[in-house]
């Protein structure tokens, strides 16, 4: 295989497997990262609409792994599916692959990309240029990883399907391995740098999705991680689940009485530092994401663009072993 990978971001796909080629993104600061784990593959920082047919059969490429921008899909987002300016290097990827010789294809996105008007284009397209397909809606927790990060796969190829490798993957929502616990891909925190600030504290602690170290299960990280957190990752405290329980008990029980504004924010400050909340550190991430301990993000880049970058990226076993279909 020879591999192209568009939307390149910070190569998830080239961890999975490692024959790429040659890479191509239009963010900076994710080619830098792309560029640090893999100095030898050709990354091109641009636009795929500057890709014309000529330039892709000078690659020499058989193989093309992708994961177009997901926010027109989403369904938090507006959903505006084929009208969303963000489909139109996809859209124009899938006017150019008939005149391409891609024998493989490896295409990841969100739920509810499936349902889009731009997965009916995608699917029409594959089969106009001869190709077998195989979709899969998967999630990292079926395949033994303690996070959730359910994405629709599709591959691709000129041959047809080895069906029992096929079966092999888990159907629906089949579990086919339980999830080890959250201590194993832990780091020894001892900065504050990581600490959930006192204002969403007192503001937010109520929507955190609360893990621990014995915990077999974290949520889908995405790129707001840090900022926001409603939906957007699990926070981390080193109590237990009765000391958790406690607290928040005792918070409820705050509020029923009649104290002043004033002390109550103070109590329930201590309350809650006291169950030393954080974030999951980037490099817990890329473990909970399966990367491996090489992998790693030039001292340039903040903690923020790392959760940013990492949020759109993808997990490297479930695309692993969906690659071992091609
Ligand atoms: N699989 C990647 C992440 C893909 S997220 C990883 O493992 O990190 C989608 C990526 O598409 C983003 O990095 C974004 O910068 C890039 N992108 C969006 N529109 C693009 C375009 N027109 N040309 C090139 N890259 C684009």
Redesign the pocket.
């Known amino acids: 295989m020879k591999i192209l990978e ?8 080239h961890t999975a497997f490692k024959k790429v080629v040659c890479a ?4 900076p600061t ?1 080619n830098k990262v792309y560029a640090h784990n893999f100095p030898t593959t050709n990354s091109i920082n ?4 500057g890709l014309t047919v000529n330039k892709i059969k000078k690659m020499n490429i058989d193989t093309v792994f992708m ?4 926010q027109p899909f989403t369904q938090l987002g507006l959903q505006l599916d084929i009208h969303d300016p ?1 489909t ?2 996809f859209i124009y990827f899938l006017g150019i692959l008939p005149e391409l010789d891609i024998k493989r294809l490896l295409l ?1 996105n969100v739920r509810g990309f499936e349902l889009s008007e731009v997965h009916n284009m995608f699917i029409t397209t594959l089969k106009k240029c001869g190709f077998h397909y195989k979709e899969f809606m998967l999630s990292p927790n079926q395949l033994g990883e303690p996070n959730r990060r359910r994405r629709y796969y599709c591959v691709a190829k000129k041959e047809p399907f080895d069906e029992a490798t096929v079966a092999n993957l888990p159907q629906n929502d089949e579990i086919i391995q339980d999830p080890y616990t959250l201590e194993k891909i832990l780091e020894d925190v001892t900065t504050d740098e990581y600490n959930v600030p006192i204002k969403m504290l007192l503001n937010k602690s109520k929507l955190f999705d609360i893990v621990y170290k014995d915990s077999n299960r974290s949520c889908c990280f995405t790129k707001s991680y840090g900022r926001y957190i409603e939906g957007s990752g699990s926070i981390f405290t080193p109590k237990t689940m009765a000391e958790v329980d406690d607290v928040y008990e005792r918070l409820n029980e705050n509020t029923q009485d009649e104290i002043d504004p004033e002390t109550r924010i103070k109590i329930e400050t201590e309350l809650l530092k006291s169950l030393q909340f954080r974030f999951f550190t980037s490099r817990e991430i890329c473990r909970l994401m399966c990367f491996p301990e090489e992998f790693g993000f030039p001292a340039s880049v903040t903690n923020r663009q790392r959760y940013t ?1 990492l949020g ?3 997990n490297c076993k479930v695309v692993a072993e969906l690659m071992k279909l091609l």
């Open positions: 568009l939307y390149s971001g910070i190569g998830g796909m191509i993104d239009i963010n994710a641009g636009n795929i609409e994961s177009p921008p997901c963000r139109k290097s990841e970058l759109n990226s993808i």
